[in-house]
């Protein structure tokens, strides 16, 4: 707004014309509408001599500090909520090309994800409440310039994300790739970029209405939307926790895998340890003292037992350890057939029988024994 625009509503309010002819003259002299409105809104409308200008909005450090952090979590709650519906996707309606030890993988992204969802959206909430509060006090501080440009950025995000969603879909259709799994996570997407451009539009077109001070005085819609998405986020959240397991059997799972990894790093150096001296090491402790061959470690990780390893020919060996959980996994993956058994395992003891590898045969894969 210009001097000389705040200086001719100053003075014609002065004069005593009203708001409605100086607005009729700004219009006609070619003044947009929204600036105009703004230096009109500039004066209070009270009975006094001179024009009386309003307190213009302060922003303090902190609420810029509390908008910054809305808007943060409000980003990482809306990634990581999609990023668990995605998960939950995967889970639910596999694709036959992935490997089957990718439930594991998405175990741990979904972990990920419902841990940031739980810290994040409640801070969202409360700091969505603490200033529509300060804003129904003060209803100056709508106009706040941190709050505006806020808005209209996540606005923008928003937009771009649901042009982008459109943009693939019509994408997959063309291309003929269209499947139900796909299609629930275009929705996905929609639903949680358009409820928070739909939202933060309704926000920007109320600034006129006054704030409510209390829950029961907001409209029925709204009401019923903040309903509709805290019990989302809390299905999600704990649906979440529920496929993430519990920390102790998390803990033994991990356990397990690298138990898993040992015995295919034994299984490795016992091949190499073929390849040198053409036969198979008397035990362990030998395999592990040879020069040239590396193994880190021959003992369970948690009861420090050492590995059951025993000769069953003169190129056939059992390699023994004991699980606390059972494996998901129950196909082979193809591309390593020569270790794929040892990530299947039930729960206890569990041996393998393995024919050693030898340069000059074709990869044999080891046997479990139950």
């Not at 703004?38 to 009386?52: M, Q």
């Not at 529920?242 to 799972?253: H, T």
């Not at 590396?294 to 003169?314: F, Q, W």
């Not at 039930?346 to 139950?370: F, L, N």
Request: net charge neutral.
């Amino acid at each position: 707004m210009t001097n000389d625009l705040q200086l001719f509503v100053k003075q014609g309010l002065e004069k005593g014309l009203s708001r409605e002819k100086l607005a009729k003259a700004l219009h006609e002299a070619g003044w947009p509408e929204d600036e105009v409105k703004t230096a009109l809104e500039s004066y209070a409308d009270v009975d006094f001599p001179i024009a009386v200008p309003k307190r213009k909005p302060y922003l303090s450090a902190r609420e810029a500090f509390m908008y910054l952090v809305m808007f943060l979590t409000l980003y990482i709650s809306s990634i990581s909520f999609g990023t668990d519906l995605f998960q939950f996707v995967n889970r639910w309606l596999p694709d036959a090309v992935e490997y089957p030890y990718i439930i594991e993988s998405t175990t741990s992204i979904i972990r990920s994800a419902t841990a940031a969802l739980i810290i994040t959206f409640p801070v969202f909430y409360w700091m969505s409440r603490v200033l529509r509060q300060a804003i129904a006090r003060d209803p100056e501080k709508r106009s706040s310039k941190v709050r505006k440009w806020l808005t209209y950025l996540t606005l923008f995000v928003a937009a771009g994300v649901i042009i982008g969603d459109l943009i693939t879909l019509v994408t997959y259709f063309l291309s003929g790739e269209i499947t139900t799994r796909f299609m629930l996570k275009v929705v996905i997407v929609l639903a949680i970029a358009g409820s928070i451009f739909g939202y933060y539009l309704w926000d920007l077109r109320g600034e006129e209405k006054e704030t409510p001070r209390n829950w029961k005085a907001y409209p029925a819609g709204f009401k019923a939307f903040v309903s509709i998405v805290l019990a989302a986020v809390s299905i999600v959240a704990i649906s979440g926790l529920w496929i993430a397991g519990s920390p102790a059997a998390e803990r033994a799972r991990r356990f397990d895998e690298r138990r898993t990894s040992e015995l295919q790093a034994i299984s490795y150096a016992i091949d190499n340890y073929w390849a040198i001296n053409k036969s198979l090491p008397r035990n362990l402790e030998t395999l592990q003292s040879t020069r040239d061959i590396y193994i880190g470690s021959i003992v369970d990780p948690e009861s420090n037992a050492a590995y059951e390893y025993a000769l069953t020919d003169s190129d056939t060996y059992s390699l023994c350890a004991s699980f606390t959980t059972e494996s998901v996994t129950t196909e082979p993956v193809n591309y390593n057939p020569s270790t794929s058994k040892f990530w299947q395992h039930s729960i206890g003891r569990t041996c393998y029988q393995i024919d050693v590898r030898k340069p000059t045969s074709p990869d044999a894969a080891p046997i479990m024994i139950k």
